[in-house]
């Protein structure tokens, strides 16, 4: 008989209850013997058997001893004829288990990337929202520092007008005070030296006095007497220039008098144009200290404005970084899901077949690999 593999008991390869044929003649030419068409299902089996992780003399042994019991209609096969079956059954289902597991894991990893996806999204709004917020908060205080500038504007024109206001006004008021001041120093020092008995410096203190008489309406006899009687010195002089004297040192002191009533009734309004100025430069100064403060907010708006731009644009890079992860992660599932179709559709199918196989014919065979 022809040899066989130590792994294959003699019983597998005959039929039960056939006996050996009796030896050839070994005359003549010998006869060729067609050689048997293989079950197209085991080429499926044995592509199944190559992916488990066995040892290579295990899984030389199954390939081997699979036309020995696959083959072998189910009803007709010995005890180890079918241990071989439940081996070959294990070695698959182990293979299957694999795939389902890497399916199972696959699916884990794209459930996983599509988080990240959803929390780079959520993100990516919050960035936006943030953004906006930061965009109104600029357009606000740009606004107020635009309406800040103005009052500022306003305030340093109202200023200028008070002040023009409070110069043109005072001018009468200042002048009424310079007259007032000189008149009543030139009385206590120029007069008072005239009527001073001890005094004989008339002609100069006449001099002096002489300026404030411009403009002024005094009687014609008044003028002519005054600079004799200035001249003369006091033990010289007559009742008439005593007259004289008094007429024109009242005449000094109707003028003061009515100098004083103009710079007390102007000191009202001259207090009020001051008081005017003040306020408006009060004013002045709270605006310039508003604008310097919309100033600062508008600055530290823009560079919110700034961070969250930044923080937007880093957001979407992140984003957008997920999608060629969830490509290649559902391409990676998608890939392990063919493979554990196709090798349950056609290897696993392949198995069943020939394992439940009831007689010697061969069956159909199951369709071949994708």
């Not at 089996?45 to 209609?73: K, T, Y």
């Not at 009385?187 to 030296?193: D, L, P, S």
């Not at 024109?248 to 309004?269: I, K, M, N, W």
């Amino acid at each position: 008989s022809t040899p066989r593999s130590s792994l294959v008991h003699p019983a597998l390869a005959m039929p039960r209850g056939s006996k050996r044929a009796a030896a050839a003649p070994t005359r003549g030419a010998p006869q060729k013997k067609a050689k048997a068409k293989e079950d197209p299902n085991l080429a499926g089996v044995r592509e199944a058997i190559s992916q488990a992780q066995l040892p290579e003399a295990c899984r030389a042994m199954l390939i081997a001893s699979m036309p020995h019991s696959l083959g072998v209609p189910s009803g007709e096969r010995l005890e180890l004829q079918h241990m071989v079956v439940r081996m070959i059954g294990e070695a698959l289902e182990e293979v299957r288990a694999q795939l389902q597991a890497a399916v199972a894991a696959e699916t884990v990893h794209v459930q996983e990337v599509l988080g990240s996806r959803g929390e780079a999204e959520a993100k990516v709004k919050e960035a936006q929202a943030a953004l906006s917020a930061a965009e109104e908060a600029v357009r606000e205080t740009t606004t107020s520092l635009g309406q800040a500038s103005n009052e500022v504007c306003d305030g340093k024109t109202d200023v200028n007008e008070k002040e023009v206001a409070r110069s043109h006004g005072d001018e009468e008021f200042e002048t009424a005070k310079k007259a007032l001041s000189e008149l009543e120093a030139a009385i206590a020092t120029h007069f008072k030296a005239l009527m001073d008995i001890g005094d004989e410096a008339g002609e100069a203190h006449f001099a002096a006095l002489l300026p404030l008489l411009e403009g002024e309406a005094l009687e014609e006899s008044l003028m002519k007497a005054l600079p004799s009687t200035c001249a003369k010195k006091p033990v010289e002089r007559s009742s008439f220039d005593a007259m004289t004297l008094d007429q024109f040192g009242q005449h000094l002191a109707d003028r003061a008098a009515g100098l004083r009533q103009a710079v007390e009734s102007a000191a009202p309004a001259a207090e009020e144009r001051t008081a005017a100025v003040e306020a408006a430069q009060a004013k002045l100064e709270t605006a310039v200290a508003l604008q310097s403060k919309c100033m600062e907010d508008m600055l530290a708006a823009k560079g919110a404005e700034g961070s969250a731009a930044a923080v937007l644009a880093q957001a979407s890079a992140a984003l957008g970084a997920t999608f060629p992860l969830l490509e290649a992660a559902e391409a990676a599932l998608q890939e392990k899901t063919d493979a554990l179709e196709q090798f349950t559709d056609y290897n696993m199918a392949c198995f069943e077949v020939l394992r439940d196989m009831l007689s010697a014919s061969p069956p159909d065979a199951v369709g071949g690999a994708m």
